[in-house]
């Protein structure tokens, strides 16, 4: 499996990256030789082998449906780049 | 002896004598801070008056004779720990100006037992590197030097580079690091001091800024077992915030770093024994073996046959989770935000502007390999390999107690070698990452030099939730060894 430029541009999309165009080439070739090197894994056969999700040593816990936080409005946006009063905000999206 | 080559130990020891004060302890490393930053590069951020602050309430501590387990200890914090109104970065420009407005779960256990804060270390951005170059704070020099060259700058590992390269210079009596793939361990080994990996799940990782949620891990560095121990026990310990942190009794460290060897069953993978290991890794690897031998300890031979395979899963599994958890750099609710006219337009310039190229490799990796029609192939594939990777370590625990290998298959490299091609990067780790693709505990401790002066550390890695034996071992190999070389560059002669 090898990326082409377009592959490679759809997925700095998908990451919303921007990329410039003149960084492009490079990259791809980066890419190209992680993918290139991982390919390895293709080698080892995995049937019937179940796919590890975490470790698995803690077990999800149940707590009681309370609230044990909050109340930390201005903490909570005391790093926002742009707040308007309680509000991130954001370029306009509905015209 | 100067304050700033004490271990921690022996600080607990001279301050409850008040032999010296905290004010003086904590002013010795500020001040070593102050002649060595400018150089090492080693933190980000500097907090020396609120040390100094905090070690006068130390002393006020120590006078009533209230001393917690780490009063007046002067440490330095990864830049990767949220720590309560003190800049936390990442080493991103992303996270430049970001102070969080809570302490995560590790750095208030160092705090609740009276550690003392120096400052936030440098490191790899988001901790992902192994050289300490991909700093948006620059890079992290080595204090070590190759022996007859003063000149060139070695890198410290990654990418808890900062943290080690601290301690190994005396900046700071210990350090938090944290280990993805390795990210303890090899910057350790690099500094020629000590670092332990802890079970996944022993400390929690809340308010730790996340890279790989299913492999990151916190951990101590200190420049013996010991000390490392005693860090452990204040940071490790359930926390009901982390829903992979483990509910179970956080144990005695420091004992077990004294514990009779008899009868443990050491395993010596046969598969870390790669073509081309330089001698001088091969020959320190044969000595710990002969030492854990003489402590009495059995030699086994084992195999880890899905060893080789350990590299190319990491590099699918953990770019594939920071692709998911490095979303939330969006621009929006806190960091770096550059104004755009639309949103995903805003987003875009956002991520371009405050992501450096590794991270950005690793996010685009990740989203592909995350991504319609490749999931399976690539994302799925790596966890199916990852737990055959996890089923060699559970076979081989049935066999013995511990393995030893080296931590690194080089010393420390200069800045400039191995930057061109990533994959040669990812290569420093071939060893480290499998013990954290198990989630198994695994330490580096100092256990000799390289054929050109520089520390080599080898590995010890243990079963789940028995750091005891890992400390034990690491003991048993620090005191063979008797690692009493110092780095050229440290507070005592700079």
């Known amino acids: 499996m090898s990326l082409d430029p377009a592959t490679v541009r759809r997925i700095a999309r998908l990451a919303r990256i921007g990329i410039d165009e003149s960084d492009l080439q490079a990259l791809q070739g980066e890419l190209n030789g992680i993918l290139g090197w991982i390919e390895q894994l293709n080698e080892v056969d995995i049937d019937g082998v179940e796919p590890m999700v975490g470790t698995g040593h803690a077990a999800l816990r149940m707590r009681d449906d309370m609230v044990t936080d909050g109340d930390a409005r201005d903490a909570v946006l005391s790093n926002a780049p742009d707040a308007a009063g309680p509000f991130y905000t954001v370029p306009k999206v509905v015209e | ?494």
């Not at chain 2, 359930?238 to 005695?252: H, L």
């Not at chain 2, 059995?298 to 979303?327: H, M, R």
Request: contains cysteine.
């Open chain 2, 1 to 494: 002896m100067m304050l700033t080559e004490l271990t921690i130990a022996a600080a607990q020891a001279g301050l409850k004598r008040r032999d010296f004060s905290a004010v003086e302890l904590v002013g010795a490393h500020v001040a070593a801070i102050e002649r060595l930053n400018g150089r090492l590069n080693a933190f980000i951020t500097v907090t020396a008056d609120e040390a100094m602050d905090a070690a006068r309430r130390a002393d006020a501590v120590l006078a009533k004779g209230e001393a917690a387990p780490l009063t007046g200890i002067p440490l330095g914090i990864k830049d990767l720990f949220c720590t309560d109104g003190v800049r936390t970065t990442a080493a991103s420009r992303m996270l430049e100006d970001f102070v969080p407005p809570y302490e995560s779960t590790v750095t208030a256990n160092l705090l609740r037992d009276g550690a003392v804060f120096a400052g936030k270390t440098n490191l790899d951005e988001f901790a992902m590197g192994s050289a300490n170059i991909n700093s948006a704070f620059g890079a992290v020099e080595n204090p070590w030097k190759r022996d007859g060259d003063a000149d060139t700058v070695l890198v410290p590992g990654g990418s808890s580079g900062g943290s080690a390269a601290a301690v190994a210079a005396s900046l700071v009596m210990g350090a938090t690091g944290t280990d993805t793939g390795g990210s303890i361990r090899q910057p350790a080994s690099y500094c020629g001091i000590a670092g332990i990996k802890p079970t996944y799940g022993r400390c929690s990782r809340w308010g730790t800024i996340a890279f790989a949620s299913s492999l990151d891990q916190a951990g101590p560095m200190a420049r013996t077992v010991e000390d490392c121990a005693i860090l452990l026990q204040s940071m490790a310990g359930f926390d009901p915030r982390d829903s992979t942190s483990v509910d179970c009794p956080v144990p005695d460290y420091r004992a077990a770093c004294g514990r009779d060897l008899k009868g443990m069953k050491v395993g010596i993978p046969a598969e870390y024994r790669v073509a081309g290991m330089p001698a001088d890794i091969e020959a320190t690897w044969d000595k710990g073996i002969a030492w854990l031998r003489d402590a009495g300890c059995e030699i086994v031979e084992v195999s880890l046959p899905y060893t080789k395979y350990g590299l190319a899963t990491y590099y699918i599994v953990a770019p594939a989770e920071c692709s998911s958890n490095l979303a939330r750099y969006d621009g929006v609710r806190f960091g770096r935000r550059v104004p755009a006219p639309s949103l995903d337009e805003q987003y875009e310039a956002t991520r371009r502007a405050g992501f450096g190229a590794e991270v950005r490799r690793r996010i685009l990796m990740g989203t592909y390999v995350l991504s319609a029609g490749y999931y399976d192939a690539y994302y799925l594939r790596a966890q199916k390999v990852r737990n055959l990777i996890r089923r060699d370590f559970e076979r081989a625990f049935q066999q013995v107690d511990v393995l030893l290998t080296p931590t690194a298959p080089s010393p420390a490299f200069a800045q400039g070698e191995k930057m061109d091609d990533p994959v040669q990067m990812y290569l420093n780790d071939v060893f480290t990452v499998p013990a954290s693709m198990a989630g198994v505990p695994a330490m580096s401790v100092p256990a000799g030099l390289s054929a050109n002066g520089l520390p080599l550390g080898l590995q010890i890695i243990g079963r789940s939730f028995d750091e005891e034996s890992v400390l034990a071992a690491a003991s048993a190999i620090e005191r063979a060894a008797s690692f009493t070389h110092r780095p050229a560059i440290r507070a005592e002669v700079v």
